[in-house]
């Protein structure tokens, strides 16, 4: 007999900021998902709510099957695995992961707890510091509190970089150089977030990056690859190519940097219980490596680094994306 396909729910879009880069990047391993599996599209919109081809539904169980539950129509879509494309807030935070769970549908990539720990960037910095993992020195802000901007001239000084703590892909963050830019940046990142970051920002730098990649018996810590960017790598650097931004899966660094930047990745996938795939970025100024933050869910659109980084290693994009999917299913 011919075995059946199994189907793969493609979550994309979501809640938050980052929704944009999910859809390219669904638009781009779709087809790849399609050549050995059922691709059942998912697409939450910025309200919320689950969409099949317009019809509203939810991720539920039913009679031990995972699946998504149409409530206008009846019908039940059972799934062997998702692959949550979701970036960000409402995307690589655990909050989806934590449905899927409830609905006993397996998945690809980070579960509830590491999710949620490596979105926001001061627990990962503290996670860093707990495992002697070099990190900038920084100020954790909350919305409310009191003279924020005075509290950064004096601990962090000019000039800085102030984020959001719980946002990805630059957005909402600012370099500040002088403080007739502070109180802007401020105000732009507490708009999209109660908890913002402040650190020094470092006028010359390298941003170096590692891919994990761990499915089917396979882990994988990639060599050390590159983004170089003339200037701030902000969401248009990033995502609509501009700047003279240029990706390489392989940065001219010599092997204490790449060895030493992958014994740093390696041990916080330890511990920190990072499943399936993640991006972990770092900052080379001189001779000294600064761990930045992780992405749980890396950006799969055509300029993005983790599949190069991965395809560098010998796994092509598409084995890369059933690999993942063999192992959620298993």
Known sequence: MKET???VALIYGGRGYESEVSLRGAGNIRPIIEKKYNCLPVFIDKEGRWLIEGKELFPTNIRGKGGFFCPKSGEFFAVDCAFPLLHGDFGEDGVVQGSLECASVPYVGCDVSGGAVCRDKAFLKAAAKELNIPTLPYLLAIKGEGDIAERAEREIGYPMFVKPARLGSSVGASPVRNESELSGALDLAFSLCDRIIIEPLLNSKRELECGYFG??????????????????????SKYEHR?????SAVAEVDNRVNRKIKEYSK??????????LSRIDFFLSGDEIYFNEINTMPGFTGGSLYARLISAEGI???KLIELLIQDAIS
């Open 316 to 318: 092509s994009e598409d």
């Open 215 to 236: 499915a089917c018996g396979l882990e994988i810590f990639t060599s050390v690859g590159e983004i170089i960017c003339q200037g701030f790598y902000d969401y248009e």
């Open 5 to 7: 396909r199994k189907t």
């Open 267 to 276: 041990r916080l996938v330890r511990f920190l219980g990072i499943r399936s």
């Open 243 to 247: 700047g003279g931004v240029h990706v």
